[in-house]
Every structure is written in structure tokens, then in C-alpha cells.
């Protein structure tokens, strides 16, 4: 999916430019060491990202 983002307050919001209906909600619990994790706002599930370089 191409988009755009904002961070603000430990709050990151995903969407997509061409249709509102695409959007997602996130709670930043973490980043260290190249690893993000974060919490759905919706489902309380919680995702964990890791940079690959």
C-alpha cells in the first residue's frame, strides 16, 4: 500500500492519500535498536518491526 503518515504524542496514523477508507491507528509502545513495536488502537493487537538493512 502507497500512503502517508503522522507521528504525533506516541500516536502514529497510516493512510492512504487516494481513498479515507484505507486508514490505520497505531499506539508506539517501543523503538530500540532498530525494532518498532506498536499497538492497534482498534484490535489492542500488538505488531513488532524489525529494520532489515
Given at each position: 500500500?502507497?500512503?502517508?503518515?503522522?507521528?504525533?504524542?506516541?500516536?502514529l496514523h497510516v493512510f492512504n492519500?487516494?481513498?479515507?477508507?484505507?486508514?490505520?491507528?497505531y499506539k508506539v509502545l517501543g523503538?530500540?535498536?532498530?525494532?518498532?513495536?506498536?499497538?492497534?488502537?482498534?484490535?489492542?493487537?500488538?505488531?513488532?518491526?524489525?529494520?532489515?538493512?
Open positions: 500500500m502507497m500512503g502517508s503518515w503522522t507521528f504525533k504524542e506516541c500516536s492519500d487516494s481513498n479515507d477508507k484505507i486508514s490505520f491507528d523503538l530500540s535498536k532498530g525494532i518498532l513495536t506498536l499497538q492497534d488502537r482498534d484490535s489492542g493487537e500488538t505488531s513488532v518491526y524489525k529494520s532489515v538493512r
